[in-house]
């Protein structure tokens, strides 16, 4: 049973920084596309970063490109999120996801809050 449980969201001033985790079981990461996304009030749930599997190349949304980075950890089947030069508009609910790679089926973790504000 695939499950995923996310952690590190907090409240935070805006420029600070904030690293979040997903830990994963009952899957090989090799084997699965990974990624982060977020959903904030009134809004739909974007991506925001996502990793191919195998040590695929990764990919950013541009309102992050160049302050977050997705970050594997094969061996402890951990997924990161290392956020940098937070601002408000990035307060939301982040949600790890893994998609295997062939069958495409995918899962969701339960979600870890994060406040930017001052």
């Known amino acids: 049973q695939v499950q995923l449980v996310e952690s590190g969201g907090g409240l935070v001033e805006p420029g600070g920084s904030l690293r979040l985790s997903c830990n994963a079981s009952g899957l090989t990461f090799g084997g699965y596309d990974m990624g982060w996304y977020r959903q904030a009030p009134a809004k739909g749930r974007e991506v925001v970063a996502t990793i191919r599997s195998a040590g695929g190349s990764a990919t950013y949304a541009d309102t992050v490109k160049g302050r977050f980075t997705i970050i594997t950890d094969n061996d402890k089947n951990q997924l990161h999120l290392q956020m940098n030069s937070l601002k408000p508009e990035d307060t939301a609910m982040y949600y790890c996801?893994?998609?295997?790679?062939?069958?495409?089926?995918?899962?969701w973790g339960q979600g870890t809050q994060v406040y930017v504000s001052s």
């Open positions: 996801r893994a998609v295997h790679a062939l069958s495409r089926r995918s899962y």
